[in-house]
């Protein structure tokens, strides 16, 4: 087993070796005890037993990933470009060409996540910042990345967390000019009615935004030419209109919602505004003032409804031509697939979206046709829309399909984890694959191999 052997492998476990000891770091204080407390009234107003097996930690871990990922609060960027700052020798005028100082720098792809304002659901952004340096200073690069991410962990909106960035850096570093370039994607979440009468849903709102200062202030200055071609020669795609317009545009979906009202749960909506509390806001911030109602109404398109009792009327009343205990050779059977079926779900450990596509491929006799997709979908959404984990959803959508088509069934989930990235593990551009297999898939490789073989590749829009 290499130099970790079994036995002592399983003497570190029985002796509670702490693997995880990091995570322990939020546990007992006053502002974690509220939010978990906040977090169980969620749950349970979810229609959800908070003593079940994937829920009882649940509350420590919902407020562990807001107490992170919001940590913004309680730094000051003044205090992380202080000491950072470097001589270096150079042209003495502000704005000059120097292969760095009097010139411009550029760091690229700054991977961050912030939580959205409008709905508390985190978004992703990638980050370019670009800066001409003066008084023959520059700044440690790694510095740069770390500002950005000290207002990224704020509650935020795509326009003032660019600005923020942008001034922190300008007071900060003293140079001739700074530019801040944000790509942003915000998922675009669904409720259970809309997406069975879209199947065109647009599973992301995807927004450029920029900010400048000194050089940078003027959109067409040459500076700015500067810096996004700078951009562009390694295949970051910039929008030029777009960038100079962004400010105009939509964001979170959930404001398109807004003149919607409708009736949400008193006691969860008072729960939300005592987790913005707990973690240093003021729910009476006039961006804030409806955050609270919008979330709870994302969230209750997971509550805790039976399901089962209504995808089995509508599946059987849709199949009765299928006789599943009719006997067919496996010669005369025929492969089928259903490929790319988007869904959306939400992670029971974490209470964080996760997204991505099902492909499902089945055993279908000769005399009939094949099912719909239509009808698979409706399975994939039916199970998609509850507190969930990826292994279940995959097993539970399998057995479904199952039921009703004979037994020979193979599922592949394919879902970006909100998780992986919105917390202290902060792995971008992860998926997870989860595979079930019945029936004649489980024992036969070679059909096992040609159904994946089939399987295309994901799309930009798919990878997020």
Known sequence: MGPLDEGHFNAELENGVPFGCHEMSFEGEPETIAIEDAVKALLQGLGEDINREGLRKTPFRVAKALREGTKGYKQKAKDIVQGALFPEVGVDNTVGQAGGVGGLVVVRDLDLFSYCESCLLPFQVKCHVGYVPSDQRVVGLSKLSRVADVFARRLQEPKRLADEVCLALHYGIKPAGVAIMLQC??????????????????????????????????????????FLSLLKFRGISVNETSMRHSSDQSWCPSLSLASKVEPVNQAMVTAVASILRSLGEDPSRKELIGTPARFVKWLMNFQDTNLEMKLNSFVFGKTDHLNPDEKVSCEEKQMQSELNLPFWSQCEHHLLPFHGVVHIGYMCSGGLNPIGKSLLRSIVHFYGFKLQVQERLTRQIAETVSSFLGGDVIVVVEANHTCMISRGIEKFGSSTATIAVLGRYSTDSAARALFLQGIPKPTDCEEG
Not at 211 to 216: A, D, L, M
């Open 185 to 226: 994607l915000h998922i675009h979440f669904p409720n259970l009615e809309s997406v069975f009468l879209d199947s065109s849903h647009k599973g992301w709102v995807k927004l450029p935004v920029c900010s400048g200062s000194g050089v940078f202030e003027d959109k067409n200055a040459d500076a700015w030419g500067d």
